[in-house]
């Protein structure tokens, strides 16, 4: 299955509690877009979250993070990994 980077911007000071409760929001809804959240990143200072996920497209990808209410700004694929 493809792999996605999406990203968020605009989230400075988010928690750790709050990247956690926008993790699990997607993970409880991910498997009707077919899509795996592996992994979340945050960096509350300059407010830009990471989301690497496994999914059939990067629309199924956006659709999931809509519903959960946090649409992100990008989603790049992610052809390559070492």
């Known amino acids: 299955m493809p792999e996605f980077m999406d990203v968020h911007h605009n989230m400075k000071g988010v928690t750790a509690d709050q990247l956690r409760e926008a993790h699990q929001a997607d993970l409880a809804i991910e498997q009707d877009e077919k899509v795996h959240f592996k ?3 945050a960096d509350p200072d300059s407010g830009v979250v990471y989301c690497l996920s496994e999914a059939p497209s990067a ?5 999931i993070h809509e519903r959960a209410g ?11 990994t070492v």
């Not at 629309?59 to 659709?63: H, I, M």
């Not at 946090?70 to 390559?80: G, I, T």
């Open 70 to 80: 946090h649409r992100a700004d990008e989603v790049h694929p992610v052809p390559l």
């Open 59 to 63: 629309d199924a990808v956006q659709r």
């Open 39 to 41: 992994q979340a990143w």
